[in-house]
Nanobody, 119 residues
Framework: QVQLVESGGGWVQPGGSLRLSCAVS????????MAWYRQAPEKPRELVAS???????TYVDSIKGRFTISRDNAMNTVYLQMNSLKPEDTAVYFC?????????????WGQGTQVTVSS
């Protein structure tokens, strides 16, 4: 069952912008964090940005000042606004949410959306 649905990926020229969206199923309760990861060819998956239920935000250094993570108040959707895109931003971008299940954390993942930055 698909519980995270991503959209907004595509091709853009260097310096351009894209906004990624991730719709979160209402069946996921007790979300404590939402995040975007990316995985470029031949590289490990990398945490790009995260936002917690109490609005603590982190970014990987390589995108600071260019990307912005945000969410709606109900935590139904998480966004990644990507500006001043560079070729090195090319990757499959994955949405992830973390919820509490009893005494444990449960991670959910989207299918990924391709972002390609090239001339």
């Amino acid at each position: 069952q698909v519980q995270l649905v991503e959209s907004g990926g595509g091709w853009v020229q260097p310096g351009g912008s894209l906004r990624l969206s991730c719709a979160v199923s209402a069946r996921i309760f007790n979300i404590i964090a939402m995040a975007w990861y990316r995985q470029a060819p031949e590289k490990p998956r990398e945490l790009v940005a995260s936002i917690t239920s109490d609005d603590k935000i982190t970014y990987v250094d390589s995108i600071k000042g260019r990307f912005t993570i945000s969410r709606d108040n109900a935590m139904n959707t998480v966004y990644l606004q990507m500006n001043s895109l560079k070729p090195e931003d090319t990757a499959v971008y994955f949405c992830s949410v973390t919820s509490t299940v009893g005494l444990r954390f449960q991670d959910y993942w989207g299918q990924g959306t391709q972002v390609t930055v090239s001339s």
